[in-house]
Antibody, heavy 118, light 107 residues
């Protein structure tokens, strides 16, 4: 079955960086893009960006431009999201999700809690 | 950027009742790129509806989507206990955006 498995939770200090991984299985990795979506505690879903697993093209949310980098490793079918200069309001659960042909998001990874605290 | 406004914020209903959730866009959205998700506490969102009205694999037929242009609706015909959750609409034009969510709670 199609599955996305994310790395474990992280605790970071303000100003640090975090890199979250998302390992895909059950489908041809390079045939689909990957989105990253985050959810602050008690809040809604916020789209962070998209990466093509085929050619590495990216499209980042404007508010995160300059702080986020999304990459893929096709040899291991893994997507990565790095966020730099972390602030307390970056505390959230970070999800990866596959982009289907009609641009809906399915399935989703289990989520990775990133806590930013001094 | 297209903004999606969901209403109501909270819907209090009893099992067996019908739920009608609204999603209104600030500009015309292609029906092909309007989706609905369900999220339960502590879980990742799950795709329910894509293309405004097509059910995702394994989604019961009590869930239905409709609408076009700027107004879209998710209907749950008869609420089951497992349907009490938060629901999000989502659209794509040049980027993805989500509505703020509607919580369906037990009355």
């Amino acid at each position: 079955q199609v599955q996305l498995v994310q790395s474990g939770g992280e605790v970071k200090k303000p100003g640090a960086s975090v890199k979250v991984s998302c390992k895909a299985s059950g489908y041809t990795f390079t045939n689909y893009g990957i989105n990253w979506v985050r959810q602050a505690p008690g809040q809604g879903l916020e789209w962070m960006g998209w990466i093509s697993a085929f050619n590495g093209n990216t499209n980042y949310a404007q508010k995160l431009q300059g702080r986020v980098t999304m990459t893929t490793d096709t040899s291991t079918s893994t997507a990565y999201m790095e966020l730099r200069s972390l602030r307390s309001d970056d505390t959230a659960v970070y999800y990866c999700t596959r982009v289907s042909n009609d641009l809906a998001l399915d399935p989703w990874g289990q989520g990775t809690l990133v806590t930013v605290s001094s | 950027e297209i903004v999606l406004a969901q209403s109501p914020g909270t819907l209090s209903l009893s099992p067996g009742e019908r739920a009608t959730l609204s999603c209104r866009a600030s500009q015309t959205v292609s029906s092909s790129y309007l989706a609905w998700y369900q999220q339960k506490p502590g879980q990742a969102p799950r795709l329910l509806i894509y293309g405004a009205s097509s059910r995702a694999t394994g989604i019961p037929d009590r869930f239905s989507g409709s609408g076009s242009g700027t107004d879209f609706t998710l209907t749950i015909s008869r609420l089951e206990p497992e349907d009490f959750a938060v629901y999000y609409c989502q659209q794509y034009d040049t980027s993805w955006t989500f509505g703020q969510g509607t919580k369906v709670e037990i009355k």
